[in-house]
């Protein structure tokens, strides 16, 4: 163990030291390179070093190195240093999180790590947790537990007896509902097309005039940060609407939820801590490794209610059981990473962080749009939506930016038209990454930088 493991470390260190100075998508002879780990199943066993050298040489330089500092491709978060190095010894732990008799320490921490969440995106204090793999469960998980509560008062116990004969359950989205929302929508078993779409103005925002009159067991789904935009749905009026009727609120925060977290952009999110739950990534924007995803749910027996197992062989010991809030029941213990991120960053390092990469988005913009490029958004968070000119072009950019390797930017549709997204959601991303990552672009689309 010991010489494999220095070996594992060795080589991570040189991947991350060297992942910057070369192209962040791969190239196309490193990608060839990846059948070399195939052929047939080995037929015994082999050298583990050996199985390791292999991963790295191969491996490696066939990742994208989303990892790295200039990345701005979807809504990508790189790894906080202390969150690698405690992924690594939670490895080394192998926990089972599901239990605190299984693990008292990834109990514990989960706990930790939950409180201090609640307190950072200010939701309510007593809300209920789930430490899941990522947004699209998050938006499960607390949707399981609406589904859970609506019908129950309606009379009708899910759980028990499925959807079959259950009394109606109507659930309102938004236009611009992220297409994950849907997917929950659907395993639920409450339709991915049948839910009532409410309009949204040309930002991405839902549109509370425009929200039916509500009654009868209903679920609205609100966002907080638009996938292309990044933009917020008016979360304070909505949640008035529906709860006045009633309803339960969940918002899809998969990054813009961290704007609770950040003084000069918490405005864009006013409102979301008066909803019943809500998802959240922490493999976006906290900057931990894959995979995790945070449910919070306001009404911590309907989360409970909604996903413990009970069986005789299964204790109960502490206050919180990490199982009785989340579809998996077996999982690794991924809230240390997110106790190593928010320890190692501390209120202000996060705040910074979430900062940070809105001034760097402001920027990019800026920049692109005096070199006379489009900006389709008002760029108030992370997220910039450009185009330089048709569908046609916008692909030969994509593709020069890519072959360039500078940097890399994702592909995106918005309000019908092919354009190119920016996202700036990594740590480690600098300001001098994003002008050079301005010039590679400009150069792709043959636009020269204005000095300011
Ligand atoms: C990324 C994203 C999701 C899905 O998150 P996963 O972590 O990929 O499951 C859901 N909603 C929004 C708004 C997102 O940006």
């Known amino acids: 163990m010991n010489e494999l493991l220095s070996d594992a470390s060795a080589r991570s260190i040189r991947y991350l030291e060297t992942l910057d100075a070369r192209p962040v998508f791969p190239a196309g002879g490193p990608r060839a390179r990846l059948a070399e780990l195939g052929g047939p199943l080995p037929s015994g066993p082999g050298d583990p070093a050996a199985v390791l050298a ?80 990522g947004a699209t469960m998050a938006n499960l998980t607390a949707l399981a537990a609406a589904r859970r509560v609506v019908l129950a008062h309606a009379g009708w116990d899910v759980e028990e007896n499925g959807l079959q004969g259950a009394p109606p359950l109507r659930v309102v989205l938004g236009a611009e509902a992220h297409p994950t929302v849907k997917k929950a929508l659907g395993l639920l078993g409450l339709g991915r097309a049948t839910a009532l779409v409410v309009p949204c103005d040309e930002q991405g925002r839902m549109r509370a005039d425009a929200l039916p009159a509500l009654d009868g067991p209903t679920i609205v789904c609100i966002q907080a940060g638009n996938v292309n935009s990044g933009a917020f749905d008016p979360a304070a009026e909505i949640c008035a609407a529906a709860h006045a009727a009633g309803a339960w609120v969940h918002v899809d925060g998969a990054f813009g939820l961290w704007a609770q977290a950040a003084p000069s952009r918490a405005h864009l999110s006013a409102g979301v801590a008066n909803a019943d739950s809500w998802a959240t990534d922490a493999h976006k924007w906290l900057n931990v490794p894959y995979d995790s995803g945070l449910a919070f749910v306001r009404d911590a027996a309907a989360l409970r209610g909604a996903l413990s197992v009970v069986a005789p062989y299964l204790p109960h010991e502490a206050a919180r059981e990490p ?109 001098e990454d994003v002008e050079s990552s301005l010039v590679a672009i400009l150069r792709a689309a043959g636009l020269n930088l204005r000095s300011a």
Request: charged share 20%.
């Open 323 to 431: 199982g009785d809030f989340t579809p998996e029941s077996s999982r690794r213990a991924r809230a240390v990473e997110v106790w190593a991120a928010l320890r190692s960053l501390g209120r202000a390092g996060v705040a910074d962080l979430i900062e940070r990469t809105c001034r760097h988005a402001t920027r990019f913009a800026d920049a692109l749009r005096g070199a006379g490029a489009e900006i389709l958004n008002d760029v108030v968070l992370n997220q910039v939506v450009v185009s330089f000119g048709d569908e046609a072009r916008n692909r030969e950019v994509l593709a020069r930016i890519a072959a360039d390797g500078t940097c890399w930017c994702g592909p995106t549709v918005w309000r019908g038209q092919m354009a190119m997204r920016i996202s700036v959601s990594s740590w480690a991303t600098t300001a």
């Open 54 to 133: 292999l991963l790295d040489e191969v491996g490696s330089a066939a990742t994208v190195a989303s990892a790295g500092r200039r990345y701005f491709g979807f809504v990508t978060g790189g790894s906080l240093p202390a969150t690698v190095a405690a992924s690594w010894l939670a490895t080394a732990w192998d926990q089972n999180g599901f239990s605190s008799i299984m693990s008292p320490a990834v109990a514990a921490i989960e706990d930790i790590a939950l409180r201090w969440l609640l307190d950072l995106l200010a939701l309510p204090r007593d809300a209920a947790g789930a430490f899941v793999t």
